[in-house]
Structures are given as C-alpha cells and as structure tokens.
C-alpha cells in the first residue's frame, strides 16, 4: 500500500509537471505556477510517507518536510524555498483575481520544480 501510494504521488508529479509545461506554452501562467506547485507538494507528501507521516494541510506538509528532510540536511534549504515560493504563487493565481503571474515567474518556478521532483526521486530510491 505505502509503495503504491508512493508511486501514484510520483506519477501524479510527472503528470503535473507535463501539465505545467502545457499551460505555459498557452500563457495560462497562473495555472502553470499550481500545476508546478502540486508537482512538487505530491513528492513532498511521498518523501513524508517514507516517514509515516501524513499531513490534511498544505502547509503542515511543507513544515514537516522542513523537520524532517532539511533540518537533517539530507534535502538542500534552496529545495525547501523553491516549494514554499511556488506555494505562494499558487496561492496567488488561484484565490486572487487581480494577481498576475508573469511568465518569467511560471518559467522559474518550472526549472525549480523539475530540480525538486528529480532530487526528491533520488531520495526515494
């Protein structure tokens, strides 16, 4: 059960990523910047698993893997950053309407994602 959800996060990540990358080759930025995030918040919450942990919020989610993978440092502060500016992109492009998310920002936070789900993928093997 505990690799099969494992897997099911890390195949939801890939697909989420793809997603991403569609969205901004639209220029539909602010939905890329949540496709990203999600991406990256599915291989937190596998790397947590690995932990016995599960968390019902966001932001406990990115909390604990704060204590329990960058504080140990065996995940990189940047890595933990990255999540949290996505996490606040999102936050941006889906609850307030007047927010602009840039391409730039999408096409960053992309290249920040694609590093955190690739490093996270190490550390799951």
């Given at each position: 059960m505990r690799d099969d959800s494992i897997g099911a996060l890390c195949e939801k990540s890939e697909r989420s990523?793809?997603?991403?990358?569609?969205?901004?080759?639209?220029?539909?930025?602010?939905?890329?910047?949540?496709?990203?995030?999600?991406?990256?918040?599915?291989?937190?919450e596998a790397l947590l698993i690995i932990r016995d942990l599960s968390f019902s919020s966001h932001a406990a989610v990115i909390a604990a893997l704060y204590k329990e993978f960058v504080s140990?440092?065996?995940?990189?502060?940047?890595?933990?950053?990255?999540?949290?500016?996505?996490?606040?992109?999102?936050?941006?492009?889906?609850?307030?309407?007047d927010a602009v998310v840039t391409e730039d920002a999408a096409r960053g936070i992309l290249e920040s994602a694609r590093e955190f789900v690739s490093f996270t993928k190490d550390l799951l093997d």
């Open positions: 990523l793809a997603a991403a990358e569609a969205l901004i080759a639209r220029g539909d930025f602010d939905f890329a910047v949540s496709r990203t995030y999600y991406a990256m918040f599915y291989m937190a140990t440092g065996e995940m990189p502060r940047r890595m933990h950053s990255a999540l949290h500016k996505a996490f606040g992109l999102r936050q941006q492009g889906d609850y307030l309407s």
